[in-house]
């Protein structure tokens, strides 16, 4: 990773928070999922095509009035309604702490509309495989709770990684603490097989997986786990998440931190290749003990 240079101190927040990436991504879901032309919903929202083009796609933000017609003309249920009015109601915010079950639906919203327009995804995950890397049965584990919910998170997760493997991928950095290749997630089989798929991935050129020893000393990951959005036109993004909630933060001095939390990184990592050394060694343990 090459050094990073400070990022801007004035910022355009108007159209760029995580509330309002999160925003547009429910509008455009919500109009994709009704099969309406965009000419014939503009007539009846009495705004132009181009308006409601910019607004599902981010680059105006309309206001919680607008969503709301919007969104009954899309034919949107109530309770959908009122969770994407409380994005709405708040777009403006900076710094977002979603939780619980009405904030896990917003989270991942947030997450979804990050990871699809970021040019480059940094992730610092000192225990558990990034989601972005895992396989289903190893997901499974992690998201435990009633099957036909796991389910359908799981499946959610594992779609997510499209963004790596797509024409034109996201560049993804993954920092993996050395506890995330040693620790049993599931059972023995289910790690190596993890553990495999995770290397199997690092042939993408995209894809960079780098381990970070433990007993290294003091570096700035220990504080916690983060992941790092970098776009081609606006500022970063970081998201936190801890059990059952998350943050996204946005302030350009919060940036700066995390920004040096990646350099510190990225100098006290193995290189490459000795990660992936590492991670096939611990394979070799794994395939023993079955």
Known sequence: MSERESYPRFVEVTTQTPRTRALAHELRKAFEQAGIRIRDLAKKCGVSHTTISFWINGKRVPSPEQVATLLAHLGVSAEECDRIMDIARRAGDTNWLPAGALGISQQLAG??????????????????????????????????????????????????????????????????GEAAITDVIGDKEVMADQ????????????????VVRQGIGWHRGLHGPFVFYEFSKTPPIVHVEHLRAGAFLYDPDVIQIYSEACVNLDQVALNPDQSVDLIKKRIEELEKQE
């Not at 480059?120 to 919910?149: C, F, K, M, N």
């Not at 991935?201 to 960079?208: F, M, S, V």
């Open 111 to 176: 997450v979804l509309e990050c990871e699809s327009t970021a040019a480059t995804i940094t992730e610092w995950s000192p225990h558990l495989i990034p989601g972005l890397l895992q396989t289903g049965d190893y997901a499974r584990v992690i998201i435990g709770g009633q099957s036909g919910v796991a389910d359908t998170q799981v499946r959610i997760r594992l779609g997510r990684r499209d963004i790596l493997t797509r024409r034109n991928p996201t560049r993804f950095d993954a920092l993996v």
């Open 195 to 210: 553990l495999r798929a995770m290397l199997a991935l690092t042939d993408h050129d995209n894809i960079r997986l780098r």
